[in-house]
């Protein structure tokens, strides 16, 4: 532990100095929360839709007026011929075109089934699947409620509900556990805790030490009687203060700016925190030991955070991907985290119900710590 | 080294050998440096001077041989080699985002100063190296001479018996190279042993001892001034002179190919030459232009930069012998 004072007042010094890490550390993860938190919203509504009514009487204008009213759907052009039609949708001004053939109403009338058509650009699953599944449940409404008008006049209904009107006989309710009112944030922002505390601590260690070999400053401390341990508590400390009351900033912008509570338990979130911090500054020190320079340092961070972001289930649920991939994702510590802070934070998961995921994260923690720790070690003799 | 007096051997290599995959970086190379000396160890980039800085300060071990420092192994015994040395390398390597107080009180805690004790041993380096009135000043907005000052102040807070300097004086001006030189001449004067790395040859003659390292192995090792009287450096049968000529430049390339010429090089308005005895002074005032009015010839002896240029073409002939 020799030098361990010395280099911890020295650290303190350069961060004082240089406001730089200081506002990468406690502006940016809370600029990047409020930009994602509020960017990545999936709920999906408004989507741009054009219409072609060839029929224009109270039937096709009704079913518009009813697309409209279910918010996903924005009618932004209507058009009179087929090719206005299919350049507004070649074009992109349109993701949805709604086609009403000029027979509509008469169909209807007469009891025949009546066709519309609706085109979907499929370019965007996520919209094309919205934007699909609210048509068809457009068309099952609407085709119920002449059902319905039917069953009166004759008497007879499938089934009738306690009131003794006309229903479906099977009726599915289904409730939401956990996030009633279907927000993303409540998906996003925990796991963005995560994500932010992992690219911030990654960053700032893997540069601490590569900084010092670059400035030719590491050989100089080699000369002089610093410990191997307190070299390396030095200089990963001060991060790891850094690190911890980021994860305190950011928990309070999730609780008081989204509205996100933290339902679980309080000190087993903390405590989490920290074992997932000694991983990230692990990894730090692990990039630190490749990298010769700055510059390849923060190329290896990002190939570090890259599948962090994409594989670990922040951005697309894991069990949706392909087996090999899925088997990788448990060799991303973050991954562990996340399901941690999800559990914690939305379902009020205990020690118990999470302990897969933190002898995951524990494991992975000692294996990267271990890892660089010998790397460095080797490369100093 | 059978000096007249016998001082205590500080610095002792033995064989010391050290390989980087295949190439061998430093080949059984042995000296010994007795106590106050200046050892000036030169040669070119990537012979291994580096190398065996690294080997003696116990921060790179050696494959084979051994480095002693003050008595201590430095591969077994090296943290009780590095209390007792200081060590500046070649590039500065300080921090610059600190300032010369904050730097100082850095390596200073390093060495396990505290308060009081701190604050004077700050405060006698300051002045040592006249950085007082810059105390409040960054590090890297200092120049050139004054981070060298800076870097050797650094490298004294815990006063080293031993100090190991990494080229130095690389890249800075004639004026604050002279100003450095002052100061390590002081601290042998007050019994710290130097060893000092350099490409100028002027500060190898400022060296009390010289070890020339080429290609991974010590060819030379002495006082300057017995090495410029060495046997293989003007060889039986030869001698070296000055030709003072007008046009020296184009004198010397006729020069250089004629027979009995061994080595000619311009220095200044002069060529300085090695030559068989067989030519006499008239063949070479001729040679220098025909009417020997405007030229002239003097006998020198040997420089240090003659002394390690014959040398090192020796030990390449030696090598493909």
């Not at chain 1, 999800?342 to 524990?362: E, K, M, T």
């Not at chain 2, 790395?197 to 010289?210: G, K, L, N, S, V």
Request: aromatic share 8%.
């Amino acid at each position: 532990m020799n030098g361990l004072a010395a280099i911890l007042l020295k650290e303190f010094a350069h961060i004082r100095r240089e406001p730089g890490t200081l506002v990468f550390a406690f502006l940016i993860p809370v600029l990047q929360l409020t930009i994602f938190g509020y960017a990545i919203d999936t709920t999906i509504e408004q989507i741009r839709t054009v219409v072609l009514d060839l029929d224009g009487r109270s039937a096709s204008r009704e079913l518009v007026e009813a697309l409209t009213n279910t918010r996903t759907f924005r009618v932004i052009e209507r058009v009179h011929d087929e090719e206005s039609f299919e350049r507004a949708l070649v074009s992109g001004r349109a993701k949805v075109g709604v086609k009403i053939p000029p027979n509509f109403s008469e169909r209807l009338l007469h009891r025949e089934r009546a066709t519309v058509q609706v085109l979907v650009d499929g370019s965007d699953s996520q919209v094309a699947m919205t934007a699909l599944n609210t048509a068809n449940l457009l068309g099952l409404n609407r085709s119920l409620r002449f059902g319905r008008a039917l069953a009166d006049t004759v008497h007879v209904a499938p089934a009738r509900d306690p009131f003794g009107a006309f229903s479906l006989p099977v009726e599915v309710r289904p409730r939401m556990l956990f996030n009633p009112d279907l927000r993303s944030a409540s998906f996003f922002v925990p796991a963005l805790v995560g994500i932010i505390l992992q690219l911030v601590t990654l960053f700032l260690t893997s540069f601490a030490i590569v900084r010092e070999r670059e400035l030719g400053t590491l050989e100089q401390l080699f000369v002089t009687p610093v410990g191997r341990a307190g070299l390396l508590l030095g200089k990963l400390l001060p991060y790891a203060i850094m690190g911890f009351l980021e994860s305190l900033v950011i928990l309070l912008v999730m609780v008081f700016v989204f509205d996100v509570p933290i339902r679980g338990s309080l000190p087993l979130l903390l405590g989490l925190i920290v074992l997932f911090l000694f991983t990230a500054l692990g990894l730090g020190l692990l990039v630190s030991t490749i990298a010769r320079t700055q510059l390849q340092a923060v190329q290896v961070a990002f190939m570090i955070m890259l599948p962090s972001i994409l594989l670990s289930g922040f951005m697309f649920p894991r069990e949706a991907m392909p087996m090999p991939i899925y088997l990788i994702t448990f060799l991303i510590p973050v991954t562990y985290f996340l399901e941690i802070l999800r559990g914690i934070i939305l379902r009020s998961a205990g020690f118990v119900d999470l302990l897969p995921h933190i002898v995951g994260l524990a494991v992975s923690c000692v294996v990267i710590l271990a890892l660089s720790v010998l790397r460095l070690r080797k490369q100093l003799d | 080294m059978s000096s007249s007096q016998e001082q205590a051997t500080v610095i002792r290599a033995k064989n010391l050998t050290r390989r980087f995959g295949k190439q061998v970086a430093v080949d059984r190379v042995s000296f010994d440096v007795p106590k106050s000396a200046i050892f000036g160890f030169l040669g070119p980039n990537g012979s291994g001077k580096s190398t065996v800085i690294r080997m003696l300060c116990g921060v790179l071990r050696p494959n084979a041989g051994r480095g002693e420092v003050l008595g201590r192994d430095c591969a077994t015994d090296s943290e009780a080699v590095k209390r007792r040395i200081g060590y500046m390398s070649q590039q500065f390597s300080l921090y610059a985002g600190l300032t010369v107080a904050e730097n100082l009180d850095f390596y200073g805690r390093i060495y396990g100063l505290r308060g009081d004790a701190l604050k004077r041993r700050k405060s006698e380096l300051m002045e040592l190296v006249s950085l007082r009135d810059r105390a409040r000043q960054f590090a890297g907005h200092l120049s050139g001479g004054w981070k060298q000052r800076l870097a050797l102040a650094c490298a004294l807070v815990h006063k080293p018996e031993v100090l190991f300097l990494d080229e130095p004086t690389a890249g800075i001006d004639p004026v604050a190279r002279r100003q450095l030189w002052d100061l390590l001449f002081d601290l042998s004067a007050s019994g710290v042993t130097l060893f000092v790395t350099t490409h100028y040859m002027d500060e190898a003659e400022r060296c009390t001892h010289i070890g020339y390292i080429y290609f991974a192995r010590l060819i030379v090792l002495g006082k300057p001034a017995d090495l410029k009287r060495l046997r293989e450096v003007t060889p039986h049968g030869t001698r070296r002179c000055e030709l003072t000529c007008p046009d020296p430049a184009g004198v010397l390339t006729g020069l250089r190919t004629r027979e009995g010429v061994r080595d000619a090089t311009l220095l200044g308005e002069t060529i300085r030459l090695l030559v068989d005895n067989t030519l006499n002074d008239a063949d070479l005032l001729a040679a220098a232009g025909g009417s020997s009015s405007s030229a002239s010839l003097r006998p020198i002896g040997a420089s240090l930069e003659d002394v390690f240029v014959t040398l090192s073409r020796a030990s390449i002939e030696e090598g493909r012998g």
